[in-house]
């Protein structure tokens, strides 16, 4: 099994290079990215999305017809998000598609691949800086070969904290937003960021430059390959209010380590979006 996850991983990798090259390329052509809209007014896709989600699926298709796949466009095209332990690819064509609207530079191409609902191996590529970062369950993370390891920092104050804003635009919603983003930065902390896509952000935590990245409303396709590329680095993943994390649910904590996780928690007004897999 060993040498068949790694040749599924190896496609992995390709593929998200192929697509990275395709948004790219659809960057400087301004009709690629005309903006449609899902949820929400501001919740953003484009016709390059909905290509690229094409491109993975049919490649992999192709070399591994069995598997089943959670695409982002697919389930807003109306297919199911259901995790089984058949062999799954979790996919986000673009992670960060307002960045993408608006040239904003970190666009990411997110692929996860879960067996019996654990996620085996995750590979994000962003693909303006030219990053793949890729992580095998019990075999390390890494940024472009090179070892990843989260920042050894134990005190949240000396820390950097990165989050989203999200797409849902619903008064209570922003309230309880601005109440965490408002407690985080009255701990203090050094700062807050965001890159504007939960991979890159989760990336950013695996690397070791920010601590820790929380945010509720994010799907299981913007989560799922970071999540291994976290822990692969040393990092540690909870639920917005401190139990184990559930990649379904649309919220999550990913830090450096237990303690500064803890404290973020402590801070967070938490809420519950409708789950992923509409349970
Ligand atoms: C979004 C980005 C954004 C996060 C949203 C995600 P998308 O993904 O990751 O940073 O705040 O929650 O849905 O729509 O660009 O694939």
């Known amino acids: 099994m060993d040498d068949v996850l790694q040749n599924i991983m190896d496609h992995a990798v390709a593929v998200a290079r192929e697509a990275g090259q395709v948004v790219r390329e659809a960057l400087c052509d301004e009709k690629q990215r005309d903006v449609m809209t899902k949820s929400s007014t501001v919740d953003l896709v484009t016709q390059t999305d909905q290509r690229v989600e094409h491109l993975i699926i049919q490649s992999v298709k192709k070399k591994f017809p069995t598997h089943r796949f959670i695409g982002e466009e697919s389930v807003a095209a109306g297919e199911a998000c259901v995790l089984t332990d058949d062999p799954t690819w979790i996919i986000d064509p673009i992670d960060g598609t307002t960045n993408f609207v608006h040239s904003f530079p970190f666009v990411a191409v997110s692929i996860g691949f879960s067996v019996d609902k654990k996620i085996q191996f995750g590979v994000v590529y962003s693909c303006l800086e030219d990053k793949m970062f890729t992580a095998r369950r019990g075999k390390g993370a890494f940024c472009n070969g090179e070892p990843l ?52 952000n989760m990336c950013l935590v695996a690397s070791g430059c920010v601590e820790a990245y929380y945010e509720v409303g994010v799907h299981v396709w913007d989560v799922a390959a970071g999540s291994v590329i976290v822990e692969e680095a040393g990092g540690v993943l909870m639920d917005v209010e401190g139990g184990p994390v559930d990649l379904m649910s649309r919220r999550i904590v990913a830090a450096n380590n237990g303690t500064v996780a803890h404290r973020i928690v402590k801070e967070i007004d938490a809420f519950s979006p409708t789950r992923d897999d509409g349970r």
């Not at 989050?163 to 919603?173: A, I, K």
């Open 149 to 200: 390891q989260v920042s050894d920092q134990e005190d949240v104050r000396r820390s950097i904290i990165a989050t989203e804003f999200g797409s849902n635009r619903e008064t209570e919603t922003v309230e309880k937003i601005f109440s965490s983003l408002r407690n985080i930065l009255n701990i203090p902390v050094h700062g807050v960021r965001g890159a504007g896509t939960a991979a890159v």
